[in-house]
């Protein structure tokens, strides 16, 4: 063979795996522009998003798939998207976390927020088992409502090797009590006398995601807003811990008997994740590049999302609604309980 057909070989072949790809993708990222354009019409109608886009866009992928299965020319990009392009983004996601400002918290505040998570993670778990989810399924339920909700599930599911029903269902319902949270907040705050740091604490452990943070502490002042990101970010970071314990636990149980490879104990992306998080903690990411980093991390993931969707079986989320909607309600109710009481010990109200 010459060296010509040698040097030319890998070219064709990575040209051919692109080509391959790019059917699913494009179908991918159509959903996942749809899912952005709806997003757009909520707030241009309603004044916010009622539905985000992450929901959106495996809602729009799994009606698509009521009446339409990807065929084989499909199937490659769907997978690429469901799986290797999450995984980046979940890897990228850890440049845009910062513990700077995690310090001004204090010591007391600090371990409360990593108790609540730990113990909502475990009871929403125990909850989820009690109904009869599946391991998985309860798993990305108790991780969404302790973390950060989409985000969490969406980190998580690579992690454990979740099924897309699962992904899906947990999202979907999880999102719609994300939106009655952010309701509930300023009126708990309101009846329990909470002053602006209280209010603050309480969205910072309750609410999923960080615009919602901001929208449920607003009522109580700009002090209730900066407490409550704060708080917030410190879930966030809870983000790497948590996904690095669930991968080992997650590799041991499949791998038992053998010794697994470090890949397996610990995902690449978990690795990244945790990296990037270091430099940007140490002021090596440059702030110029978060804001479209970000927007990159966003595109992948409603990709990924909607990929979620082209794969999920309508029929088998619609099966497990009723069980999972109730572990969620049940779940942020202990969440919100064990965030009272963090409050109460510590004198925050």
């Known amino acids: 063979m010459t060296q010509t ?3 030319a070989t890998p070219v064709r072949l990575s040209v051919d795996t692109a080509l391959n790809l790019l059917p699913g993708l494009a179908i991918s990222a159509v959903v996942a522009g749809s899912a952005l354009a709806l997003q757009a019409v909520e707030r241009h109608v309603i004044g916010f998003a009622w539905v985000e886009a992450l929901v959106l866009a495996i809602l729009i992928g799994a009606g698509l798939r009521l009446f339409w299965s990807p065929s084989s020319r499909f199937m490659p ?26 310090v001004a918290l204090g010591p007391w505040l600090l371990l409360a927020i990593i108790g609540v998570v730990a113990v909502a993670i475990a009871g929403g778990f125990l909850i989820g088992r009690a109904f009869g989810l599946p391991p ?8 969404g ?15 454990i090797e979740a099924e897309g029903e699962d992904v899906a269902a947990a999202i979907g319902f999880t999102a719609v009590l994300g939106i009655a949270v952010v309701l509930l907040v300023p009126v708990v705050g309101h009846l329990l006398g909470y002053q602006a740091t209280g209010v603050g604490v309480l969205a910072g452990l309750t609410v999923y995601a960080v615009p919602q943070v901001l929208a449920a502490a607003a009522p109580a002042g700009a002090a209730a807003i900066q407490t409550g990101a704060v708080v917030k970010l410190v879930r966030v970071l809870m983000l790497g811990p948590v996904s690095l314990v669930l ?12 010794r697994p490879k470090l890949s397996h104990l610990v995902p690449w992306f978990i690795i990244a994740f945790l990296a990037l998080m270091g430099l940007r903690s140490a002021g090596l990411i440059p702030e110029a590049i ?14 990924a999302m909607a990929a979620l969707g082209l794969m999920v079986d309508p029929k088998a989320v619609v099966r497990a609604g009723p069980r999972v909607a109730a572990v969620a309600g049940i779940s942020a109710l202990m969440i919100g309980a064990l965030a009272v009481g963090a409050i109460t010990i510590l004198r925050l109200g």
């Not at 991968?247 to 053998?258: E, F, M, N, P």
């Open 5 to 7: 057909a040698l040097t």
């Open 77 to 102: 990009g769907i997978r690429f998207s469901a799986k290797t392009l999450l995984e980046v983004a979940v890897a990228l996601l850890g440049a845009t976390v910062s513990g700077a400002a995690v």
């Open 136 to 143: 998985a399924m309860a798993l990305l339920v108790a991780c």
């Open 145 to 159: 409502n302790a973390i950060c909700g989409n985000s969490a599930i969406a980190a998580i599911a690579p992690v």
């Open 247 to 258: 991968g080992l636990l997650h590799a041991r149980t499949i791998h038992k008997g053998q």
């Open 290 to 303: 978060l804001v479209p980093l970000d927007h990159g991390v966003t595109a992948m993931t409603l990709m």
